[in-house]
């Protein structure tokens, strides 16, 4: 799935480039993804879309002073690093609140646990693309550093 996911970030100019899912996976098996690994990305984007949808942006005075407390599971089916790397994204000021609950509900929606940081970069980089984001520069190159390197090949 994050191969899909990285075909995607690479190929794509934007999200709304890519077309219908049928269409997608159509070719996405051409270019020689494996059918499961297919349909768990489609539907991973699929929940994408609803998260989106789910959690709107707050008021942008409500960014600074955001807490967010892990639940036990959360935190034992996250990981310390990747839990790590959440709270660098907020610290750095690339992710506000809504799209913290978004990465956090699409990582736990991964059927891996706990999650390496490579892969939760890669979850982050689609959040971000996919609400048009403005990254940092520094904050980009973190997203795609070696780690994202070796999933991409």
């Known amino acids: 799935m994050f191969d899909i996911l990285v075909y995607l970030f690479e190929t794509y100019y934007t ?3 890519y077309p219908q899912p049928d269409v997608l996976a159509h070719k996405l098996a051409a270019v020689g993804f494996e059918d499961e690994e297919i ?3 489609l539907s991973w984007l699929h929940g994408l879309k609803e998260s989106c949808a789910q ?5 942008p005075l409500h960014h600074d002073s955001s807490l967010r407390v892990y639940t ?5 089916l996250l990981g310390r690093h990747a839990v790590g790397f959440i709270q660098f994204l907020e610290q750095s000021g690339a992710l506000p609140p809504n799209q913290r609950e978004i990465i956090i ?3 736990l929606a991964v059927d891996e646990s706990p999650l390496s940081v490579g892969k939760m970069k890669i979850l982050a980089l689609m959040v971000l693309w996919n609400h048009d984001a403005e990254i940092d520069q520094l904050v980009f190159e973190e997203l795609i550093n070696d780690d994202y390197e070796r999933l991409c090949h």
Do not use: G, I, K, T
């Not at 959690?55 to 008021?59: D, G, K, L, S, V």
């Not at 036990?72 to 034992?76: A, C, L, P």
């Open 55 to 59: 959690h709107q942006p707050m008021h």
């Open 105 to 107: 509900e699409r990582a």
């Open 39 to 41: 349909n768990d990305a």
């Open 72 to 76: 036990d599971q959360e935190y034992r």
């Open 15 to 17: 999200p709304e480039a």
